[in-house]
């Protein structure tokens, strides 16, 4: 199994609307299409308010395309079909694991509660924009970017994605401004089994139901690894 690529000019030009993870043997061949992962909306390109001929490919600071991990062994990959919540319907999100052969280990639709982006989220984010020495329109340009913006009301369900290396499944949840991430913990089945706050600014690097190890750095930018254990 391999990470997809595609860049962001094709994505914006919808050209490559869905990417294909194929699975391969051991000498390369393609066996099977072990998921289909969708990157529509994460890119868009933008003209308006520019010099002649100029593009701007703006990338969605809060991206709601399709997300996957491997674990840590190579025998599964974590799926998670997600989509901000867009006012109407249930909010929920779609987690399915599968084996490296492609059978399914479990498929689950997990419903969350939907947060709002606040208003001003965006706000330095247009400003920034506007100081390209391309923009010839600040207003027009400044519309175009925050329209864009304004596609995405509500946090994604889920930011970040791990595949456990015992089987589990984490979920990182966006900042909710206390310098903590909070993480869905499902079992081997898809269950859920707990959740788990842990700093922002940290890489999880490897988790399982009991023990969480993270990537933090100190004062200096030094990078030190601290392992958590996970009490029930």
Not at 33 to 39: D, G, Q, W
Request: net charge negative; charged share 25%.
């Amino acid at each position: 199994m391999g990470y997809p690529e595609i860049g962001s000019h094709a994505v914006a030009r919808g050209l490559t609307p869905f990417l294909v993870l194929p699975v391969s043997d051991g000498e390369g061949a393609v066996r099977d299409t072990l998921a289909m992962l969708s990157r529509k909306g994460e890119v868009a390109e933008i003209t308006a308010g520019l010099k002649l001929n100029a593009v701007l490919f703006l990338s969605a600071p809060l991206p709601q395309g399709d997300l996957i991990d491997l674990a840590p062994d190579g025998t599964d990959a974590v799926v998670v079909n997600r989509r901000s919540w867009n006012g109407s319907g249930t909010p929920e999100f779609r987690v399915t694991r599968l084996s490296a052969a492609g059978d399914t280990v479990f498929d689950r639709s997990i419903a969350y509660q939907p947060r709002r982006v606040p208003q001003d989220f965006f706000d330095d984010k247009v400003q920034d924009m506007l100081a390209s020495n391309s923009v010839v329109d600040r207003t027009a340009h400044a519309r175009a970017v925050r329209e864009f913006y304004d596609t995405r009301q509500y946090f994604p369900p889920v930011t970040r994605l791990l595949a456990g290396g015992d089987g589990t499944t984490w979920l990182g949840q966006a900042d909710d401004g206390s310098g903590e991430a909070e993480w869905l913990v499902l079992d081997r089945a898809g269950e859920k089994i707990g959740r788990v706050r842990l700093p922002v600014a940290s890489r999880v690097a490897f988790v399982t139901e009991t023990e969480c190890w993270i990537v933090e750095k100190d004062e200096l930018d030094i990078p030190y690894v601290v392992q958590y254990e996970i009490l029930k």
